[in-house]
């Protein structure tokens, strides 16, 4: 994989794996009803239990790191798509991969981006990540940090 320089000097990798909802790609009615009912209760009530349940994202990731795709993209906005990330990384040497992830806007309005921050920090079972954005920009409130 090639590597593209940010102006700072830091290189990151060029091609990443965005990790959304993989579980909903498989096939079958049945499947797709019972993926879809796990996803709501991640949505709803974060319930982990739930998020262990994507059957994709265990070898997704093993191809990737094999393939040397290491740059990882989540968000908090994505249910619990942190944790599940975290929870199949924690297989790899942290120096290995970089994660990318996001204040979501549900943080954003309440002024809270670091509690959002320590709360992905958790989820992903590392103490920092790569890069952390805005998942989009609310212009009717100004972030003080």
Same mark, same amino acid.
């Given at each position: ?37 796990? =996803?709501?209760?991640?949505?709803? &009530?974060?319930? @982990?239990? !739930? ?5 994709? +994202?265990? $070898?997704?990731? *093993?191809?990737?790191?094999? =393939?040397?795709?290491?740059?990882? &993209?989540?968000? @908090?906005? !994505? ?5 599940? +990330?975290? $929870?199949?990384? *924690? ?55």
């Amino acid at each position: 994989m090639n590597r593209i320089k940010l102006a700072n000097g830091y290189e990151i990798p060029d091609l990443c794996f965005g990790t959304d909802s993989t579980s909903l790609r498989s096939k079958g009615l049945k499947r797709k009803f019972d993926n879809f009912k796990c =996803m709501v209760k991640i949505w709803i &009530d974060r319930n @982990r239990y !739930y998020a262990t349940k994507d059957l994709y +994202l265990p $070898q997704s990731i *093993k191809e990737c790191m094999r =393939m040397g795709i290491n740059l990882f &993209d989540t968000s @908090r906005a !994505y249910g619990a798509s942190e944790f599940n +990330l975290g $929870q199949n990384l *924690k297989y790899y040497k942290r120096e290995d991969y970089f994660i990318v992830t996001k204040v979501s806007n549900t943080y954003q309005f309440k002024d809270a981006v670091e509690e959002c921050l320590e709360l992905s920090l958790k989820d992903l079972g590392t103490d920092f990540v790569d890069v952390y954005l805005l998942h989009w920009p609310v212009p009717t409130i100004g972030l003080n940090h």
